[in-house]
């Protein structure tokens, strides 16, 4: 059985970076469309970024593109997922998920309804 477990979040101040981490075993990621969403307090769940397996090609969400870089680490057994967040500010304030999906293809990336394993999240706060 898979599962997603991320690292990495805290509290900041406006313009400052952080580097999420999503710990993934237990199941083969290495084939899997992997990505990140968040969810701010009182807010519907929203497409941060994904990154295709095997040519990794990336998208991003319109907030945080040339933000925010996502990134994958593969291997058999247990795989890492990054996201290098620069310049924050407030409204990326948030829950973070990382999520995956049995799929080498991009069609619907942004569609959390096609993601099969999530991880916990962690929280990011930035302060103005």
């Known amino acids: 059985q898979g ?3 991320e690292s990495g979040g ?3 101040q406006a313009g400052d970076s952080l580097r999420l981490s999503c710990e993934a075993s237990g199941h083969r990621f290495d084939r899997d469309v992997m990505a990140w969403f968040r969810q701010p307090p009182g807010k519907e ?3 941060v970024a994904g ?3 095997f040519n990794f090609k990336t998208y991003y969400g319109d907030s945080v593109a040339g933000r925010f870089t996502i990134s994958r680490d593969d291997a058999k057994n247990t795989m890492y997922l990054h ?3 620069n310049n924050l500010q407030p409204e990326d304030t948030a ?3 990382c999520a995956t999906r049995p799929s080498q293809s991009a069609i619907e990336i942004r569609a959390s309804s096609t993601y099969n394993y ?3 999240g962690t929280q990011v706060t930035v302060a103005s």
Request: net charge neutral; aromatic share 14%; proline share 5%.
């Open 3 to 5: 599962q997603l477990v």
């Open 10 to 12: 805290g509290l900041v």
């Open 45 to 47: 769940r929203e497409f």
């Open 51 to 53: 990154i295709t397996p």
């Open 83 to 85: 996201l290098q967040m």
């Open 95 to 97: 829950q973070y998920l």
């Open 118 to 120: 999530w991880g916990q």
